[in-house]
């Protein structure tokens, strides 16, 4: 059951109510901040099926297909008794506070599990978390027949671009500076007739994206970046009442050019997480087809060749990488 794995220390922790066999994980291209060292195990983006409960949980649940939910919320808090709980007071991380999804099983609170239509695929479903958020940042503000523009074409990216092609944007714009995930948009979005993606290392990055958000500029803008060139960009982009969603993380304080952003009047919203409404929707978006995200996913590994996977996130030579535990082998 163990043969030859990395990292087989599943635990299963009294008093919660599932477990789950990992099918999947996905590992993203956004760099090594989220890959630490912790007493426990690494890793939040997974799905699989339900193949242990707890005496208190419905045995009808048995070999459910589900993803898991990261937010750990504590239910006690004001914001939690406010629907608020994605940014619960005292929130833990599937993955850093308790076990994630690098092993063969593991154990998680019921209320974290989302059960999934088999339509969605294995590798698509592995990402739903990712997915839901993105999908929380495009449907926060009505996207039919908007421009958008989007800063930082990472998975999350991607999939920013994805989702709004599918809910009816009237044009969507991408902008990456690393050549690899430069090149990878183009191939995703060159069949996709009100799309575009550019390149920001090339010198004339604003005109082109100015001229792409027509002339009064876009109506939307979702950062994932975190960059000061690329917040820069974006207020110079938007349009007078603009909206922005801010998703990327900074290692310290980034510039905003904020009397520029006063002039415009542009709304800034911060997202942290998924919400309630967003899984759902996510579900719908992959288990109808209007998003496919196969194109995201570069490498599918087996898991006790995890130094590779690592290996190609850091050169940046891989966009989604799937991870499968090597006992499903024998399944
Ligand atoms: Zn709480």
Request: some cysteine; proline content about 6%; overall charge negative.
């Amino acid at each position: 059951m163990w043969k030859g794995l990395y990292f087989a220390v599943a635990r299963f922790v009294s008093g919660w109510p599932r477990r789950v066999s990992v099918v999947p994980i996905s590992l993203s291209s956004n760099g090594p901040n989220g890959w630490r060292s912790a007493p426990t195990i690494s890793f939040r983006e997974c799905c699989g099926h339900v193949c242990e409960v707890g005496s208190d949980v419905d045995p009808a649940l048995m070999n459910a297909y589900v993803a898991v939910e990261s937010h750990l919320a504590c239910g006690q808090c004001q914001l939690c008794r406010d629907g608020q709980d994605h940014i619960c007071e005292n929130l833990k991380y599937v993955g850093i506070d308790i076990d994630g999804g690098f092993a063969e099983y593991v154990a998680v609170p019921v209320t974290l599990l989302h059960q999934l239509p088999t339509t969605i695929p294995i590798p698509s479903a592995a990402a739903l978390e990712p997915f839901a958020l993105a999908t929380r940042a495009v449907l926060d503000e009505p996207v039919r027949d908007k421009s958008m523009l989007v800063t930082g074409l990472g998975p999350l990216g991607l999939m920013t671009m994805l989702i709004a092609v599918a809910r009816g944007a009237a044009s969507i714009t991408g902008v990456e500076r690393n050549p690899h995930r430069f090149q990878m948009a183009k191939q995703i979005f060159e069949s996709v007739p009100n799309a575009a993606v550019i390149d920001s290392s090339n010198p004339e990055v604003t005109g082109t994206v100015a001229q792409r958000g027509g002339g009064s500029g876009f109506d939307r803008w979702v950062d994932w970046s975190g960059a000061g060139q690329a917040l820069e960009l974006g207020v110079s982009a938007l349009r007078r009442g603009g909206i922005a969603h801010l998703l990327g993380s900074a290692e310290g304080p980034v510039a905003l050019p904020l009397s520029q952003a006063l002039m415009k009047e542009i709304s800034f919203r911060t997202i942290h997480g998924r919400n309630a409404e967003a899984w759902p929707i996510a579900i719908e978006l992959l288990s109808s087809g209007a998003v496919d995200l196969n194109p995201l996913v570069t490498h599918d590994l087996d898991l006790s060749n995890y130094r590779h996977a690592f290996d190609l996130l850091l050169e940046g030579k891989a966009c989604k990488v799937i991870m499968t535990p090597n006992h499903l082998e024998s399944r």
